[in-house]
């Protein structure tokens, strides 16, 4: 067995915490089945005594790589020596609720967790921000916890590319699609990309996905992709939650243990100005994960409709930060 990780899940006692995403981790889906894992759930008094619920599950579950687990409400015990953080909880969107009151209401808690951050977490510590809005809370918790490298944080559009890649295998009836990606925002901007995707044939023959995409068929993955959340909202009366949790477990996996050769995923990282999104701010970029790391694909083309989409979901980046900042 190697070392433990400490891993802290914020927002412990909610659905994707709960339909997968804390199983997952201690089935050693994202770290291995060699790592134990020292878990710290941190949630707001109102949530512990469900979380204390899921505890009593998870231990009834006998996962062998649980080595510890504790709950708190405090950020800076729940950030204590953190070594990768999934950061879950966030204020939902009420009825009558502005955008703009979602974004300072999210503001205070990624400000507090960001300055704890700061306090206890490590020069190695890992952030994946999947509360939303995800892409401006990672930006602000990012600003808040400056001790610590820009490069440490994250925000997920992993579900977003699951959705695109199995939206191309349906519309083509293929398996083993690779390489979409999504650029911009977590939001309906969002810039599904298919163009330099690959896929199996049932033949088993490796081809380029674009020959077998129409224009309409590209546009409707586009469509499907973007209003997916809705869709899972109006048919489950719940947000997407199974799905969300495979998606920052994917994430974190590739993250920690390197993307496979010849492929890359999407990321929500902070911007190096590439593909027009203004420097610094929390955008979904192709990445690839080696040693730890995550650098952005470059040098992808792209037509003049998705670089005028991915300049509008970067006008949106810009103006949830001037909001918040
Ligand atoms: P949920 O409402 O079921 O659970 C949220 C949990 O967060 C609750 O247990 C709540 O008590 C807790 N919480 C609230 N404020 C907190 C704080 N300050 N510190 C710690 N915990 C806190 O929500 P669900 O379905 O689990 O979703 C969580 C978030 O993930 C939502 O913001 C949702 O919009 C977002 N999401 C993001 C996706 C993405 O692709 N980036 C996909 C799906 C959901």
Redesign the pocket.
Known sequence: FKEPLRVVV????????YSGLLSKLLNGDCFGRDTPIELRL???P??VR?CEGVVKELHDCAFPLLKDIKITTEADEAFDGVDYAFL?????RKKGMERSDLLQRNKD?FVKQGKSLNRFGKETTKVVV???P?NTNALICSEYAHSLPKKNFS???R??HNRTISQVAKHTGATHVKNCCIFGN?SPTMVPVVEPATLETKEGLTVAADCLLTSVSKEMITDTVRQR?SEIIAFRG????LS?AK?AVDHVKDWASGTQPGEFVSMGVCSDGSYGVPEGLFSSYPVVCKGGEWSIVHGLGLSEAQKEAIEISAKELLKEAEMVL
């Open positions: 914020s927002g412990a006692a909610g659905q994707i915490s941190l949630e707001i109102p949530a469900a879950v909880g966030a204020f939902p808690i999947v509360g939303n995800a925000c997920m559009s579900l977003d977590h959340g719940l947000s997407s939650a969300a998606a």
